[in-house]
């Protein structure tokens, strides 16, 4: 065993614990234990189970999303005080400012690069355990943990659709050409080809529709889009040298994101974006808007509000002390002369006002 | 992803007179170059997702160049298992080598420093 294996091992471990406890299942309400379609199933069980273990993480990030309105004023302020420095060292100045205020408030938008990685090595793990069917079958041996050699044996004689089997990966089956292999490949590359097409739309929905009109115009957008478009290439290789098993994790897992992503598109949306104008109609023609702090009210509640917002502003600015214009000796000295020359903002009262002019003579 | 903090970057250039020198530094150079092809590619597709200033990446290239591919392979490690939905944030720089000998160069990459 190679070294990525030896240090995943208690990952394959559980992973074969799943992948066993929903094989188990299946069979016991009737299914044949080498069909292809009880391991298909069970590799989709592998799936739901890691995913759903994942939705906590899913949760926190839309809560923190939430968070982020009440933000946006103070984020907005650290923008204008930036705005038009386009120079590195104001770029590095503005995004320390910006993180050290999501840090005070204790939210941000940004959900760490960890759950991107998290799954890497539970993928990794079901690679090893595919790879490793087809060898330990031949030799009779079972997986690390509940993967028993019958069951590796069961597991290495089913076929997807009874076409292809799970440890066949598309290179290996062009160049050994086993018997049926043609069937092989047709099933390996529709997989791959529905991967690849399932990973594109999930990222161009998120592309064109939950970006904010500011997100669209930096540069990194441009990179996005370009990438949106080279990336289906770097699946084309990885899809060829993985087994079939695995292929079928990644588009599965891939179902689960698109899901999950037009559930948060529709739902709470990037304020500014498209999907959050889309939504905010939606709200519309069932009476509905969305107040100031994120929360979904009847149209009378948010009127009810917009007026109170209204009102406050016109009453903070009616508190607001008048800025003085500032005048010249002369100007100021006549109106000192004048008998109700004083402004709101000027401290003495009408008579020091009356007295200022005879003392400064 | 965000650009290299200004610790990370330099004005140095490698001489061909300098290579011999810089054959110790192949490691760490190795590993900045990777890391920065990553940087122009998948993460920009990713987009921000770091909660710290410098991101992860960034990180890692600053930790590889002042403590070499070893002990910065483990500092970027780190930083990357601290960065979840969980975590408060906010800035968070490598703590520079004590007795960095070496100069930095546009790019990032570590180059001998010259005595003139």
């Not at chain 1, 309105?69 to 590195?88: F, H, S, T, W």
């Not at chain 2, 970057?9 to 990553?38: E, K």
């Not at chain 2, 410098?54 to 002042?66: G, I, L």
Request: aromatic share 10%; net charge positive.
């Amino acid at each position: 065993m190679d070294f990525l294996g030896t240090i995943l091992w208690p990952l394959k471990w559980v992973i074969e614990l799943i992948l066993v406890a929903w094989h188990w299942l299946f069979t016991a309400v009737g299914m044949p234990a080498a069909g292809g379609l009880t391991w298909m199933l069970s590799i989709l069980g592998v799936v739901v189970v890691v995913r759903a273990a994942l939705i906590p993480l899913f949760v926190k990030q839309i809560k923190s999303q939430r968070a982020m309105m009440e933000l946006a004023p103070e984020i907005k302020k650290i923008q204008d005080r930036y705005r038009g420095k386009r120079d590195q060292l104001s770029r590095e100045a503005m995004s320390r400012e910006t993180m050290d205020l999501y840090k005070k408030h204790g939210s941000s938008p940004l959900s760490g690069c960890l759950p991107i990685l998290v799954q890497m090595p539970v993928f990794f793990s079901l690679y090893y355990t595919l790879s490793d069917v087809k060898r330990h079958a031949d030799a009779n041996l079972g997986g690390v943990g509940a993967l028993t050699p019958e069951l590796t044996r069961q597991f290495n004689d089913a076929k997807l659709f009874e076409l292809a089997p799970f440890h066949e990966t598309l290179v290996n089956a062009w160049q050994t050409q086993p018997e049926g292999w043609v069937a092989t490949v047709v099933t390996l590359l529709v997989l791959v080809v529905l991967m690849i097409a399932s990973q594109f739309f999930t990222q161009l929905q998120i592309i064109s529709k939950n970006l904010s009109p500011e997100a669209k115009t930096g540069q990194a957008y441009q990179m996005q889009r370009i990438m949106l478009y080279i990336l289906p290439f770097a699946f084309v290789f990885s899809g060829v040298f993985f087994p079939l098993g695995v292929v079928l994790y990644w588009f599965f897992s891939n179902l689960w994101t698109m899901a999950q992503q037009f559930f948060v598109i529709r739902e709470m949306p990037t304020p500014g974006s498209e999907a959050a104008k889309a939504r905010e109609e939606r709200l519309a023609r069932r009476g509905k808007a969305i107040n100031s702090k994120g929360k979904v009210v009847s149209m009378a509640e948010y009127e009810e509000e917009q007026r109170r917002l209204i009102e406050e502003t016109e009453k903070r600015k009616a508190q607001q002390p008048k800025r003085q214009q500032p005048m010249g000796k002369q100007r100021a000295k006549k109106q000192g002369q004048r008998p109700n020359g004083t402004t709101p903002g000027a401290p003495q009262g009408p008579d020091a006002a009356d007295g200022a002019p005879s003392g400064s003579k | 992803m965000s650009a290299l903090p200004a610790s990370g970057r330099g004005t140095a250039r490698l001489r061909a007179s300098d290579v011999a020198a810089a054959l110790p530094l192949a490691p760490r150079n190795a590993a900045i170059g990777a890391l920065l092809a990553y940087r122009a590619t998948i993460s920009r597709l990713y987009g921000d997702v770091c909660r710290y200033y410098p991101s992860c990446s960034a990180y890692a290239v600053t930790a590889v160049q002042q403590h070499g591919l070893v002990k910065g392979s483990v500092l970027a490690g780190a930083r990357i298992a601290r960065c979840h939905p969980w975590a408060a944030g906010g800035q968070d720089d490598v703590r520079p080598h004590p007795t960095f000998r070496y100069d930095l160069t546009p790019h990032g990459f570590v180059v001998p420093r010259r005595k003139d």
